[in-house]
């Protein structure tokens, strides 16, 4: 594999600082022998340029505004596997994605939203590495009125 940051920067991508907390949680915790695994607390679309994604999917906005969404939890994520690990290199493999879609009740597009995220794991990883097995479950509301919320379990070297 290449090495991450180099690939952000060719994609032109500069993660954004860690989202600030939303309550009592930590935000990344090491588990597992050694370690070696982390569990990433679901973060929302809210980045720290300002630029946040509120409302229901299929009602208040459209697939591709959801798939931004997606896309901006990630970054999330990865900035605070970032501030966790000291280097993204160090990710061996996404195990699982959880993803929770702010949806209209008719809408069922629940996976295409999320591939949002999970597109950008691939880009940036590969396939080994940055496609987990993943779960998109739609659901009524989420904090804030924010269109989707992400949390993400990583292995690390």
């Given at each position: 594999?290449?090495?991450?940051?180099?690939?952000?920067?060719?994609?032109?991508?500069?993660?954004?600082?860690?989202?600030?907390?939303?309550?009592?949680?930590?935000?990344?915790?090491?588990?597992?022998?050694?370690?070696?695994?982390?569990?990433?607390?679901?973060?929302?679309?809210?980045?720290?340029?300002?630029?946040?994604?509120?409302?229901?999917?299929?009602?208040?906005?459209?697939?591709?505004?959801?798939?931004?969404a997606?896309?901006?939890?990630?970054?999330?994520?990865?900035?605070?596997?970032?501030?966790?690990?000291?280097?993204?290199?160090?990710?061996k493999?996404?195990?699982?994605?959880?993803?929770?879609?702010?949806?209209?009740?008719?809408?069922?597009?629940?996976?295409?939203?999320?591939?949002?995220?999970?597109?950008?794991?691939?880009?940036?990883?590969?396939?080994?590495?940055?496609?987990?097995?993943?779960?998109?479950?739609g659901?009524?509301?989420?904090?804030?009125?924010?269109?989707?919320?992400?949390?993400?379990?990583?292995?690390?070297?």
């Amino acid at each position: 594999m290449s090495n991450v940051y180099d690939k952000l920067n060719a994609m032109g991508i500069t993660l954004p600082s860690p989202p600030p907390k939303g309550g009592v949680y930590t935000p990344v915790v090491e588990f597992g022998e050694n370690g070696k695994l982390l569990y990433c607390s679901g973060c929302g679309p809210a980045l720290d340029n300002g630029e946040n994604v509120v409302g229901k999917v299929g009602k208040d906005l459209t697939l591709e505004q959801g798939q931004k969404a997606a896309y901006n939890c990630m970054l999330n994520l990865l900035a605070n596997l970032h501030a966790k690990t000291g280097d993204l290199n160090k990710i061996k493999r996404f195990v699982k994605v959880l993803a929770f879609v702010n949806s209209a009740d008719d809408f069922t597009m629940q996976p295409q939203v999320v591939n949002g995220g999970s597109n950008l794991l691939k880009e940036i990883f590969g396939e080994n590495i940055g496609v987990p097995a993943r779960t998109a479950i739609g659901v009524n509301t989420l904090p804030g009125g924010i269109a989707c919320e992400i949390e993400v379990l990583v292995e690390v070297e």
